[in-house]
């Protein structure tokens, strides 16, 4: 599918989904509204004074209403890392940002694994699609990923982790992420199965597909102007 319809669908699926649960504010999904939606023009918002505090900092998208949780203010530096890293093409330092991301958050799958795990399978997915297109990392650098987890996570989301680096999810997961590659509008009807994963499990997997894919068009729309006459 054309890129401008799977940027479209991101769009729906994100808008959809930071009003799909009451919990949505305390992951990372509110985050990827925060950059443009063709990741071009990511920037790093200062939260020190937020973080040091132990104060929420207020969420520029809700209108002053809302607050983007202490996890995603330790998340929005890390995530910034991740799109520079994924734009220079830097598998160190993609490797340093995503073992920065395990853990980060509560419960027995925390957002940041929950996030790595959705952009580990859109990016292995992406891969099988175009085996001569771009990618984010390289499989043998997320299988590292996932064996780096072991003491920075729980063994819940180590296991999660595990299959994640070997392309393999939840059926609904999985659906979700080549639903979006595809920009198959049917995927909008999963929006509430996610919600109903955790606290903000599924809504969390949702954010780092939609990363993923941003980010995959961007390069994908890289290769093709080196490419051409």
């Not at 990511?42 to 969420?59: F, H, K, M, V, Y």
């Not at 330790?74 to 093409?89: I, M, W, Y």
């Not at 958050?105 to 795990?117: A, M, Q």
Request: net charge neutral; proline share 6%.
């Amino acid at each position: 599918p054309a890129a401008p319809a799977i940027r479209k669908l991101c769009a729906r699926v994100v808008a959809e989904g930071v009003n799909a649960g009451p919990r949505v504010q305390e992951g990372l999904l509110p985050l990827v509204r925060l950059f443009d939606a063709d990741a071009k023009n990511w920037s790093c918002p200062d939260t020190r004074s937020q973080s040091e505090s132990g104060l929420a900092g207020e969420n520029p998208l809700s209108g002053g209403a809302g607050a983007l949780s202490p996890a995603a203010i330790r998340a929005l530096p890390v995530l910034c890392r991740l799109s520079a890293a994924v734009r220079e093409q830097r598998q160190d330092r993609l490797l340093g940002a995503a073992r920065d991301m395990l853990g980060l958050g509560p419960g027995l799958t925390p957002s940041g694994d929950d996030f790595l795990t959705g952009l580990m399978l859109t990016d292995l997915a992406w891969r099988r699609r175009f085996p001569s297109g771009p990618a984010l990392g390289e499989r043998e650098m997320w299988r590292r990923l996932a064996e780096k987890a072991a003491g920075l996570t729980g063994t819940i989301s180590c296991q999660q982790l595990r299959l994640a680096a070997g392309g393999a999810s939840n059926e609904v997961f999985e659906r979700v992420c080549w639903g979006l590659s595809r920009a198959d509008e049917r995927v909008l009807s999963d929006i509430p199965a996610l919600a109903r994963f955790g606290a903000t499990s599924g809504l969390d997997y949702l954010a780092g597909v939609v990363f993923a894919l941003r980010h995959l068009l961007i390069l994908s729309d890289e290769m093709a102007l080196t490419h051409s006459p």
